[in-house]
């Protein structure tokens, strides 16, 4: 079972994702069309890419948009939550381990204890957005239960995980539980919202582009005020 | 000398008095006869609803809507019309009243624009609305290129056996062809012309008004302006009268309207078009003048339309 | 068998289907046939296939639903936070079902989805700028309205905009001969006062070609005049089309792609014809949006751009007043406090913020700024047509809240709105709210203290009196 999990199912997983990942941003920028998006893409190109990168930096700093600023709560929430998932992930003393033993070669990692706290904080934060979801009334009448699916598959492999390394009950069953969460994961990613790993980078680029060919980027003096 | 008139109507009370007048001319002159109403201002934005400019309240621009506007104008002027007894062109519009007075006196080629003065009550939905500061009156009469016959108090709304004739002169361009048409209607009617000027004690530096020699000096000047700018054109037409007095001018030219039983004024409204609203809105003479004079007044600004 | 008179799929096209639908008091029959109207879903199902492509359809997918965006909005905020309001929730329900359901809707839903496209939404794309995803809701609408009125979904009044559109190629009944006689009547009025005013008509080469809004010409010719002045005092050589002349949009408003085509191609058309170095276009918002910004790929120019350079009124003024064209007489500057609306679709959708400030630099003493102001500025509630349509008046009304709040806090009794359609909603908004204020565009003000070059000032007779 664990090496089915480990090796066939790994690979499969991984692939599926890659490929996802792949094919679905071949397809997003297959799809871009410049007379239907009216946006000259390929004219005043410069102008699009400058913007298109403000766009993009300017979301992923905490509190550099005016749209952070006014809503600090949810900012901080946001960051935690989507820092502690993706450092704890890459940077876990386990995960390099693995690689080191696999293919040689492994990332820097951050001590264990760091992993605890960042995995306890995407725990806690996941849960305070459940309760912002069910709370919030602008929030509430968004929601559907696909969003709770997508947030109980993008943290069950932290639960699991932290189960296991702290030995709750039965090792096995939480690492393989672990395990298996991970690859859900990874294969649904690619075909749920969660496509927003990537997709954010490609549509933020292009309203980036948008706001910087066509609607002032040529006219402004200093771009976009994200 | 009026071929083809314009009457404006609110279709209130308000112009009656203008009505009779133009119905009178328009019948003794034997000229074309049109009648405008503005009923409505736009007020929703590039839509079809408008506001009354009487009521205030939101209609609808369409056809029924006209038609029962046509003919409530028509049952108010019922008399008039049967008297007058000949074609006439009831022009219907919404839009800025003093703007498609202009349009339709500019593309009719009209000779003369009568019109009512408002009452207090009226037009009192033009702070909120574009282009509306001052009063229709007083746009109209500033920029049409036809003389403006204004039509205040129902006493001033007798137009016949014209036989004092008041010209009231500030000198100015306007002044001039004020001058010239007063004229012509003088002679025409072989009438009487008063020429008249106030000097305006209002205003003015202090040693000004306080020295009643300065303000004769001043009045002899100005009787010698008279002659050299006006008598002079008047080939030796002998009937009429110079007459300075000192005083707030449109307080005076009244006073003087009815001490010389005047049956008419004539007079040049030349506010600037680009005036600041408060300097509109307390009205020009020429608007002070007709809301107090038993006499109907004319308004002469530009000089007569170039015919196409 | 749909029997429907007015409210058809079609759109109108002669004069006498116009002056048909004109008659139908506010749309009374035409909405009572919208009850009735069928939705042809393989029609829909192929628009969307043939227009919805990956930019909408990610956008609409990868919504994380966190509600970031509702706080965006004016009509949100202005509606006591009414979760119905939120943006993502009015695309979700509306657009993203049709995508969802490729075209199977019904005709309740359809007009639902046009209470929402036009009740509930001015298309001012403030939430793009919210939205951690970059997701425009605001394109999204004007998309969602692109279907409904390719279904015949549409209020009254865009139905009617966008035949004023097709037939006169202006939002008004106005023609190329009304608008060339106002022309000519504005110079007559004003030449007491501006001698040697001129509006030349067709002048080829010029350096500016000028274009207005259709209801200068039908009711506000002054404007027209205004702007003359304004050019002559800064010594410009410039003219007007006599046909091309109509810049606004309502056909954008309704969804109209088609008619939008066809009106933004009349002006590209004069361009050609005349030749002129740059566009100049008057104080108007969505007509800037609509011939400058979209108005290119409607008509299928690959640079994106209008054929010639386009500036907007502010950008003229602003450019004349730094270089000195446009001198300002220092003791007529604007003493009292005085604010600066900033219209959406020239200021967030055209990067001409900086403009506004240039400006006020110039002529007002006591600038204040509203807040928040620029490219995040609220919309003042009469954006994507919601001015003139009567259906969705309270609504609009409502969405002024926002609006009249900003205004309060600058403690301005003076809101200056380069914009036609800001102009009649801030106007609106005093006679709903009356919180005191006047309001006022760029031309008038600018004539009341621009120093007079002697040349342009009329010649004083031989003893003449003031």
């Not at chain 1, 009950?169 to 393989?176: I, K, S, V």
């Not at chain 2, 009487?54 to 049952?75: A, C, S």
């Not at chain 3, 046009?114 to 995803?133: E, H, I, Q």
């Not at chain 3, 005191?436 to 600018?446: E, N, T, Y």
Request: charged share 25%; proline share 4%.
């Amino acid at each position: 079972m664990y090496n089915f999990l480990t090796g066939p199912m790994a690979w499969f997983s991984f692939l599926i994702f890659f490929m996802g990942i792949l094919i679905r941003s071949f397809l997003y920028i297959k799809g871009l069309d410049s007379n239907i998006d009216r946006v000259t893409y390929r004219v005043n190109t410069s102008f699009g890419v400058k913007e298109a990168v403000r766009s993009i930096f300017s979301w992923l700093l905490p509190f550099s948009t005016r749209g952070w600023r006014t809503q600090p709560l949810m900012t901080t929430l946001f960051f935690v939550f989507h820092v502690s998932l993706l450092t704890s992930t890459i940077f876990l003393n386990a995960h390099n381990m693995i690689l080191q033993e696999r293919w040689g070669f492994s990332i820097i990692t951050i001590p264990n204890v760091v992993s605890d706290y960042l995995t306890i904080a995407v725990l806690v934060t996941a849960c305070l957005l459940i309760i912002r979801r069910i709370k919030l009334p602008h929030v509430k009448i968004l929601t559907k239960p696909s969003d709770y699916f997508i947030l109980l598959v993008s943290i069950a492999p932290f639960l699991t995980g932290f189960l296991a390394f702290h030995q709750f009950g039965n090792y096995t069953f939480w690492m393989l539980t672990h395990i298996i969460s991970g690859e859900l994961l990874l294969i649904v990613i690619p075909f749920t919202k969660l496509s927003h790993s990537f997709l954010f980078f490609f549509s933020r680029a292009q309203l980036g582009m948008d706001y910087g060919i066509k609607r002032g980027g040529m006219k402004h003096q200093k771009g976009m005020t994200w | 000398m009026f071929k083809k008139i314009l009457f404006a109507t609110t279709g209130t009370p308000s112009c009656d008095a203008a009505a009779r007048v133009a119905f009178d001319m328009a019948k003794r002159y034997n000229t074309e006869l049109f009648i405008i109403n503005v009923f409505g201002i736009p007020s929703r934005s590039f839509s079809q609803v408008i506001t009354d400019l009487r009521t205030g309240d939101e209609i609808d621009l369409h056809d029924d809507q006209l038609v029962k506007i046509k003919n409530k104008l028509e049952r108010r002027y019922q008399q008039q019309i049967h008297d007058y007894n000949s074609p006439h062109d009831i022009v219907l519009t919404d839009g800025i009243p003093h703007t498609e007075i202009l349009r339709v006196a500019r593309k009719k080629e009209i000779d003369l624009i009568v019109m009512g003065a408002r009452t207090s009550t009226e037009e009192n939905t033009g702070s909120v609305n574009r282009h509306l500061i001052g009063s229709t009156l007083q746009n109209v009469a500033r920029s049409a290129r036809c003389p403006v016959l204004i039509i205040g108090r129902a006493a001033a709304s007798f137009w016949g056996g014209i036989s004092n004739i008041i010209f009231g002169t500030d000198f100015s361009k306007g002044s001039s062809q004020a001058f010239e048409f007063a004229f012509n209607l003088t002679k025409m009617f072989n009438a009487s012309l008063h020429i008249f000027h106030a000097i305006d004690i209002s205003s003015g530096p202090f040693e000004f008004t306080k020295n009643q020699e300065v303000i004769e000096d001043r009045i002899r000047e100005v009787r010698g302006m008279i002659r050299k700018r006006y008598i002079s054109k008047m080939e030796g037409y002998n009937d009429y009268e110079i007459d300075v007095w000192e005083g707030i001018p449109y307080v005076e030219i009244v006073k003087y309207a009815r001490e010389s039983f005047a049956d008419l004024i004539v007079m040049a409204h030349h506010t600037k078009k680009m005036a600041p609203p408060e300097e509109s809105v307390f009205g020009s003479n020429v608007e002070q003048v007709v809301l107090r004079s038993n006499a109907p007044v004319i308004s002469v600004n530009h000089p007569a339309r170039q015919k196409k | 068998m749909n029997e429907n008179i007015f409210c058809t799929p079609n759109p109108v096209n002669d004069k006498d289907a116009l002056d048909a639908l004109l008659r139908d008091k506010r749309g009374q029959q035409y909405y009572d046939e919208m009850k009735r109207l069928k939705v042809d879903t393989a029609a829909l199902k192929k628009l969307v296939n043939d227009t919805c492509r990956s930019r909408i359809r990610t956008w609409l997918e990868i919504c994380a639903h966190c509600g970031m965006c509702a706080d965006a909005c004016a009509f949100y905020l202005s509606n006591d936070k009414d979760p119905e309001q939120v943006p993502s929730y009015k695309i979700q329900s509306t657009l993203g079902k049709i995508v969802k359901q490729k075209g199977d809707v019904d005709n309740a839903f359809m007009r639902y989805a046009m209470d929402v496209a036009w009740g509930k939404c001015t298309c001012c794309n403030r939430c793009s700028l919210y939205c951690p995803f970059g997701i425009d809701m605001g394109v999204l609408m004007s998309y969602l309205r692109g279907l409904l009125f390719s279904q015949g979904f549409v209020p009254w009044e865009m139905k009617i905009g966008s035949g004023m559109h097709r037939i006169f190629r202006a939002q008004m009944d106005v023609t190329v001969e009304d608008w060339v006689d106002t022309c000519e009547w504005m110079i007559e009025e004003y030449e007491d006062e501006w001698p040697r005013l001129k509006i030349p008509v067709d002048k080829k080469n010029a350096d500016i070609m000028y274009t207005v809004n259709a209801r200068e010409a039908k009711h506000y010719p002054d404007d027209i005049a205004e702007a003359a002045v304004l050019f002559s005092i800064a010594g410009e050589n410039w003219t007007v089309p006599s046909e091309g002349w109509e810049e606004t949009s309502l056909a954008m408003f309704a969804g109209d792609w088609e008619g939008a085509k066809l009106q933004v191609k009349s002006v590209y058309d004069a361009m050609d014809r005349l030749k002129p170095k740059q566009m100049v276009v008057t104080e108007c918002g969505h007509a800037y949006r609509a011939t400058v910004i979209e108005g290119p790929y409607w008509a299928g120019l690959k640079s994106g751009k209008t054929p010639v350079e386009t500036l907007h009124y502010v950008e003229w003024v602003a450019k004349a007043l730094r270089s000195g064209k446009l001198k300002i007489d220092p003791a007529k500057k604007i003493k009292e406090p005085v604010t600066y609306h900033d219209s959406c679709n020239y200021i967030r959708n055209g990067g001409l913020s900086q403009y506004g400030r240039e400006i006020m630099s110039y002529i007002a003493e006591d600038f204040r700024e509203m807040t928040p102001n620029g490219e995040h500025n609220f919309c003042c509630g009469g954006g994507g047509g919601l001015n003139g349509i009567g259906k969705y008046r309270k609504e609009r009304n409502t969405g002024q809240k926002v609006k009249r709040d900003q205004i309060l806090a600058t403690g301005a009794k003076l809101v200056i709105t380069p914009c036609h359609n800001c102009w009649d909603a801030i106007r609106d908004l005093e006679e709903v709210y009356k919180i005191g204020i006047r309001w006022s565009f760029l031309k008038p003000l600018l004539l009341d203290m621009v120093i007079v070059p002697e040349h342009m000032k009329p010649q004083k007779e031989e003893n003449e009196e003031e």
